[in-house]
């Protein structure tokens, strides 16, 4: 179980890392990539700030999330521009009930900014679905009101969940059992369908894009399509579009599912290991399961 732990935070920073290269690329351009040290980006920086609350305050407390994610802020990571917007209104005293509301003419964002920073909310409240469902709308609030946003973090949310607990296949009725917006459940129905598909069938039925919706069916399609770790986060980034968090998602998937010893060495040693780095990341996995599982 800790090892499941560590493979889930570990593996959505090597996924992050892996695809923020060619983040916005073709699936050929991704082909013509790689080599030497892998940055995260602010997927990983977002998530690092869940699971630092998570931590601090045995559970999800919304005030402390918001400092968490001011503190860990940097612009130069490749935030989206409606998250970048509500940050800045936080800072500014923006109470984090109103600052959601205010983007995209108040319709709030359905980016998958929330969903691919909850795995560390996924594992913290892997017992009890029905808390973790509730959680993860409150921890998406605070940049994503739109309930397309939140529905998809809730959606990845227990993904992690239920990948930590033995699910793979199975995942899919547990999540329409509870998954209630239409664009998802018609996803997750599509994806037994399309496990011999070729990459342009699955973009055009699943997504490659940055909404929640055209991304988070995506990525459980990818960690449920292949039978190991590397292959599954390799195929994620190679649908090109939002590989940084298509690939995130699947690796925090597929690690709690297969457990750290899983994620190519490789790749964990070739992650950035300064502040907050591979160590650091290690080191939240390595709380969170010592508060859960003392
Ligand atoms: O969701 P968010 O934090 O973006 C995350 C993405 C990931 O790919 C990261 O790796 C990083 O690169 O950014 O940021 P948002 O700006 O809230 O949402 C992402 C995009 O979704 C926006 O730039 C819009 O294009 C689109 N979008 C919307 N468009 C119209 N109306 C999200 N919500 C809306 C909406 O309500
Ligand atoms: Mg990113
Ligand atoms: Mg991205």
């Not at 493979?7 to 699936?27: H, N, Q, R, Y």
């Not at 209630?180 to 990459?199: F, P």
């Not at 968090?245 to 690690?255: E, F, L, Q």
Request: some cysteine.
């Amino acid at each position: 179980m800790k090892s499941k732990f560590r493979g889930a935070l570990i593996g959505g920073a090597v996924g992050d890392a892996l695809g923020a290269p060619v983040e916005g690329c073709t699936w050929e351009e991704v082909r013509l990539f790689h080599g030497g040290t892998m940055r995260y980006t602010d997927d990983t920086e977002m998530m690092i700030g869940v699971a630092e609350s998570l931590i601090d305050k045995k559970g999800f407390d919304g005030a402390d999330m918001v400092r968490k994610f001011l503190r860990n802020y940097h612009a130069w990571r490749g935030y989206g521009p409606g998250t970048r917007a509500v940050l800045e209104l936080l800072r500014a005293g923006v109470s984090y009930a109103e600052a959601s509301k205010r983007i995209f003419d108040g319709a709030g964002s359905y980016g998958n900014g929330a969903a691919m920073r909850i795995a560390p909310l996924g594992l913290f409240y892997c017992d009890d679905i029905d808390t973790l469902w509730d959680m993860a709308y409150r921890a998406s609030h605070i940049t994503h009101s739109h309930v397309l946003g939140k529905e998809g973090a809730a959606i990845m949310a227990c993904s992690v969940a239920l990948a930590l607990r033995g699910y793979r296949e199975e995942m899919l009725n547990a999540l329409l059992a509870r998954t209630r917006e239409e664009v998802y459940r018609d996803k997750l129905r599509k994806i037994e369908q399309l496990l011999d598909a070729d990459r342009q069938t699955v973009i055009e039925e699943l997504g490659n894009g940055e909404a929640a919706f055209e991304s988070v069916i995506t990525a459980i399609y990818a960690f449920i399509r292949f039978h190991n770790f590397k292959d599954s986060v390799i195929y994620a980034i190679s649908l090109g579009g939002d590989t940084d968090t298509i690939g995130s998602m699947t690796g925090a998937i597929s690690g709690a599912y297969y457990g750290e010893a899983a994620i190519p060495p490789e790749w964990v040693n070739a992650l950035e290991n300064g502040a907050k780095g591979r160590s650091y990341i290690i080191w939240l996995a390595d709380e969170l399961y010592r508060i859960r599982f003392p």
